[in-house]
């Protein structure tokens, strides 16, 4: 069993940053993939982006490409959301997945979900 915890949420003005952590306990990957979402009030869950163990190929949602880094230090089992200029729209509830094989953009591909953190960005 893979245990996520996730961190970093908070309420930040239009503009400013937050980094996000998820930190991974029990059965961790030496190999597999590590995503966030995140799910507005209202809306369904989306995808924003996802790395992969091994190689740190990382992948974007076209509506954070450029303001987002993803990231992840594999010897403390942690994968990290950098989130620059952030905008209100970028309010949501934000959750670290993770699958044993290869990266996806679909949430039903991954195995393990975090409690989730919230991001609130004000205008």
């Known amino acids: 069993q893979v245990q996520l915890v996730e961190s970093g949420g908070g309420l930040v003005q239009a503009g400013g940053s937050l980094r996000l952590s998820c930190a991974a306990s029990g059965r961790t990957f030496s190999s597999g993939a590590m995503a966030w979402f995140r799910q507005a009030p209202g809306k369904e869950r989306e995808f924003v982006s996802r790395?992969?163990?091994?190689?740190?190929?990382?992948y974007y949602a076209n509506s954070v490409k450029g303001r987002f880094t993803i990231s992840r230090d594999n010897a403390k089992n942690t994968v990290y959301l950098q989130m620059n200029s952030l905008k209100p729209e970028d309010t949501a509830v934000y959750y670290c997945a993770a699958r044993a094989s290869l990266g996806s953009i679909k949430d039903y591909d991954y195995e393990y979900w975090g409690q989730g953190t919230q991001v609130t960005v004000s205008s």
């Open positions: 790395i992969t163990w091994t190689l740190g190929s990382t």
